[in-house]
T-cell receptor
Framework: GIQVEQSPPDLILQEGANSTLRCNFS?????LQWFHQNPWGQLINLFY???GTKQNGRLSATTVATERYSLLYISSSQTTDSGVYFC??????????FGTGTRLQVFP | SQTIHQWPATLVQPVGSPLSLECTVE??????LYWYRQAAGRGLQLLFYSVGIGQISSEVPQNLSASRPQDRQFILSSKKLLLSDSGFYLC?????????????FGSGTQLSVL
């Protein structure tokens, strides 16, 4: 079946540190996206990145579709970055599935 | 601009009671619509998605059903709730066709079945 794995499952950082979150997938994909779920449950779309690299402030994302992975970089982390980060993708359909998530805790 | 509305925010229902959660999207036409469920501390499970009026794809066998009576309205229903139906339910939408792009979520409904 379809495999979408995220690592690490949990990450604890001190404010100011940098981090890299990874999303591995098992086949050619479409519509790869990264989300942040805040402590109140709201899901915010960070990047739509089926290939290449994008940056938005302290966040950037890279997808290497041929090698079947995507990375989310968080630089100079802040306490407001805490929450769960998900990648989502589809396999040539409109069915969008989610990875298992990375729970990030940033302490002052 | 496009917006998505989902209600209610919280719901407490007894086992065996019916359920109806509604989601509407404004500012776009013919969106793809999705229902996800999230158990506490877990990932998002795709329940249903729809690419058009009356077109529903079911991903998980269960006692839930979905309907799309209008272009921008997506309803999640159950005739008799089970304890295992408790969770955080999220509606989402995205554009269809080439470059359909980002998925956007509503604010969610926290359902507790007691």
């Amino acid at each position: 079946g379809i495999q979408v794995e995220q690592s690490p499952p949990d990450l604890i950082l001190q404010e100011g540190a940098n981090s890299t979150l990874r999303c591995n997938f098992s086949d050619s994909v479409n519509n790869l996206q990264w989300f942040h779920q805040n402590p109140w449950g709201q899901l915010i779309n960070l990047f739509y990145i089926p290939s290449g690299t994008k940056q938005n402030g302290r966040l950037s994302a890279t997808t290497v579709a041929t090698e079947r992975y995507s990375l989310l970089y968080i630089s100079s982390s802040q306490t407001t970055d805490s929450g769960v980060y998900f990648c989502s993708l589809s396999y040539n359909t409109d069915k969008l599935i989610f990875g298992t998530g990375t729970r990030l805790q940033v302490f002052p | 601009s496009q917006t998505i509305h989902q209600w209610p925010a919280t719901l407490v229902q007894p086992v065996g009671s019916p359920l109806s959660l509604e989601c509407t999207v404004e500012g776009t036409s013919n969106p793809n619509l999705y229902w996800y469920r999230q158990a506490a501390g877990r990932g998002l499970q795709l329940l249903f998605y729809s690419v058009g009026i009356g077109q529903i794809s079911s991903e998980v066998p269960q006692n839930l059903s979905a309907s799309r009576p209008q272009d921008r309205q997506f309803i999640l229903s159950s005739k008799k709730l089970l304890l295992s139906d408790s969770g955080f339910y999220l509606c989402a939408w995205r554009k269809t066709g080439q470059g359909s792009g980002k998925l956007f979520f509503g604010s969610g409904t926290q359902l507790s079945v007691l």
